[in-house]
């Protein structure tokens, strides 16, 4: 039996409503969780990049690719491994300020993890890190001992490690 693993899918895309729900509505019908997902402007104007991460066989994965290019607005699916890309998450976490002050320890967590600070007012301070998902939690467990007023992490953001030919797909397509 196949194993499972962590895999990007990219997407790159027309931007229309209702796209969203249909792409996952296809990991949907075969149970498959999105771990995370990312929309955003892509290298190319006019065009769209869905990040999705999923834990799934490859075999899974090139049947949902399939699915995916079937749609009328998507223009090329990808899936990548790990090692295939250069990946990053982003969170945010907002703590009470009087802890940045009373407890040192807060502040070396801070550096260690190469966090920054990027808010501080009388009532709480904001923390950004960006780094791997393992990182991120880390730093929440560091984090959690002394209370976590509010905390939030983006999808997973990646580049491809070799190029990918889709501005050259796009323009002999345009053509």
Known sequence: ?????????SIYTENNIGLLNRISAIFQRRHINIESLNTSAS??????????????TENQVKKIIGQIEKQVEVIKAYYHT???TIYQESCLFKVKSDLLFEERQIQNII???????VTVNKEFFVIEKSGRRNEIELLHRELS??????????GR???????????????????
């Not at 550096?111 to 600070?117: C, Q, V, Y």
């Not at 190029?163 to 796009?170: N, P, S």
């Open 1 to 9: 039996m196949e194993e499972k693993e962590l895999f990007t899918v």
């Open 111 to 117: 550096k260690d993890s190469n966090a920054r600070i």
């Open 145 to 154: 001992v002394f209370g976590i007023m509010q905390f939030v992490r983006s």
């Open 82 to 84: 790990d090692e295939d």
């Open 157 to 175: 953001i990646a580049v491809t490690k070799d190029e990918m030919k889709i501005t050259e797909m796009l323009a002999a397509f345009n053509n």
């Open 43 to 56: 290298e190319i104007e006019g065009v769209s990049r869905f990040t999705i991460l999923v834990n799934m």
